[in-house]
């Protein structure tokens, strides 16, 4: 058997209020609708693959929305010989639907079309579910990019606020399996508006690859997610005042496996009142397993934390392998 791979993109846009996604017709008699995808050439990623076919089969240059990714594939025999073509495909947006340019004699014909005939259109199954999964995706994003632009402006809303005015917001996957929630963003986090890039962010990327899993996999974000003054801890009304916003962004994300790092997120989000005696455990509520450590920036300040939270998160593993 032969293996192949390919890259290709989900192109969307918005037009009068209607989704659209670009979808090319192949030439032949077995001519079918489909997404620009196309051979990984050498040096290229999969991503750059997607890219490249798309501005050669479209004559569209796109810029690929970051951590959607779905791997696909399928059988099939030429020439006698049998392959197996893996496809990942990703996500791009156009401000507006521009008239495609067929590049290439393979193709056809082109469209923008809405969901419902997109699915009518498109012949194979597989794609089809890749297709709902991104449309479901693109919700997701419009649903937390309206999120943290509301959650921006709470300190707008206190007259003695005394957190940072910069929202961290969280990143990572929509749909992630996992979400990871520490206590607030540092200094460093307030400056980039990223959570977890310090060395406490360096322990945790560690702390993932021994649970088996990358930072690109996870959506990470805070009880709080504003920088308290001197690394304080926040205050009652602080988490009160933020805990919507949390509430709302697990709603979005509908993870399986929920990660609180410290004894603040273990008390507010899992209800563990004492993380030494309950760290690297777990247990379910609502559908999600909930599994409570210490917070990375203990284990940088004191290192004798360094081994038991190394042992946590290889109980992880175990965890998100069960779950």
């Known amino acids: 058997m032969r293996f192949e791979y390919s890259g290709g993109s989900i192109v969307y846009t918005e037009s009068n209020g209607k989704r659209l996604y670009l979808l090319l017709k192949s030439r032949g008699r077995g001519g079918y609708w489909g997404f620009p995808k196309g051979h990984v050439e050498k040096g290229e990623s ?3 693959a997607a890219v490249r076919e798309t501005r050669e089969e479209s004559g569209l240059s796109v810029r690929l929305i970051p951590y959607f990714r779905r791997d696909t594939g399928y059988l099939f025999t030429k020439d006698n010989v049998r392959i197996k073509k893996s496809v990942v495909y990703f ?18 014909a082109s469209g923008w079309m809405e969901l419902e005939r997109a699915m009518r259109a498109i012949p194979f199954s597989n794609i089809r579910e890749v297709l709902k999964e991104a449309d479901d995706y693109i919700n997701r994003m419009g649903l937390m990019e309206a999120l943290n632009r509301e959650y921006a402006t709470l300190p707008e809303k206190f007259k003695d ?3 940072s005015r910069n929202l961290v917001p969280g990143q990572g996957p929509l749909d992630a399996r996992v979400m990871v929630v520490g206590q607030a963003p540092g200094r460093n986090e307030d400056i980039q508006r990223k959570p977890f890039i310090g060395i406490s962010g360096k322990l945790l990327d560690h702390l993932f690859r021994l649970a088996g899993t990358s930072r690109e996999r996870l959506y990470i974000t805070s009880v709080v997610q504003f920088f308290p003054p001197e690394n304080r801890m926040p205050s009652d009304e602080e988490i009160e005042a933020c805990s919507g916003f949390l509430q709302r962004q697990i709603e979005i994300i509908k993870p399986k496996i929920v990660v609180t790092l410290g004894s603040l997120s273990g008390r507010t989000v899992a209800g563990v009142e004492n993380i030494m005696e309950n760290h690297g455990k777990s247990a379910k509520r609502d559908g999600i397993t909930y599994f409570s450590t210490i917070h990375p920036a203990a284990a940088v300040r004191l290192k004798k934390y360094v081994p038991l939270i190394e042992d946590d998160f290889r109980k992880l593993k175990a965890v998100l392998r069960s779950s």
């Open 46 to 48: 999969m991503a750059d």
């Open 91 to 108: 996500l791009a947006r156009l401000p507006k639907p521009i008239r495609p340019r067929i590049q290439k004699k393979e193709i056809q």
């Open 161 to 163: 606020w005394d957190l």
